[in-house]
């Protein structure tokens, strides 16, 4: 069995107009909720502090090259304990379609058991509605995260509508759940 966390970067500025879109930074908010999600995931499944793990611990973060993925995925990493080379870049994950994300799955390096990656919407939701088995995932909004199983021993055979959802986490629902915890990580409206 391997295990794909697939997570959309978290929410990033727009305050600065002629910044290419490849060097936008996370915004306040996203400098909230990627810790908040990444806290939540470490305790709540990777076995952090006291409780015990339901899934193995990442062996690999890989992320989009991107300012607001790569910042994400390196707060993420803080926060679940793990050293900095297990994160890893993927330009091929910069504001990558579904059918390219796939490809990078395929060629991940077969002895990880768990590998996470940090990308951009559309295809980052795409990706996730297409290789989920029986699962609908609606939205995924900022600093959403998508766990999945995948039946199969090799990354290679990854296929579309093989794999089963394990948790579909969002900023919002966290801060809905737990408020005295989570305050202040996605926006009230609760449009993400």
């Known amino acids: 069995m391997k295990y794909l966390t697939v997570i959309r ?5 727009w305050d600065q107009p002629g910044l290419a879109d490849h060097d936008r930074a996370l915004n306040e908010r996203g400098r909230k909720a990627a810790p908040a999600v990444a806290a939540f995931l470490n305790k709540t499944y990777f076995g952090g502090g006291d409780a015990q793990a ?7 973060l890989v992320s989009s090259t991107a ?11 803080e926060v679940i304990s793990l050293p900095p080379e297990q994160l890893l870049l993927d330009s091929r ?14 060629h991940l390096d077969e002895s990880w058991q768990h590998v996470v ?9 795409e990706f996730a509605e297409r290789i989920l088995a029986r699962a609908h995932v609606a939205k995924m909004p900022t600093c ?11 990354w290679g055979l990854a296929e579309w509508g093989m794999a089963q959802l394990i948790g579909h986490i969002t900023p919002r629902a966290l801060e809905r759940r737990f408020p005295e915890l989570y305050a202040g ?8």
């Open 67 to 77: 300012l607001r993925a790569l910042s994400t995925a390196q707060m993420m990493r």
């Open 9 to 13: 970067h978290a929410k990033s500025s």
């Open 54 to 60: 339901l899934l193995p611990k990442p062996d690999r």
């Open 185 to 192: 990580i996605s926006r009230a409206d609760g449009e993400d």
């Open 144 to 154: 959403s995260t998508v766990i999945m199983a995948i039946p199969t021993e090799f």
């Open 93 to 106: 994950l910069y504001l990558a379609e579904a059918s390219s994300i796939i490809e990078v799955v395929r």
């Open 117 to 125: 990656l940090y990308g951009h919407n559309p295809g980052m939701h």
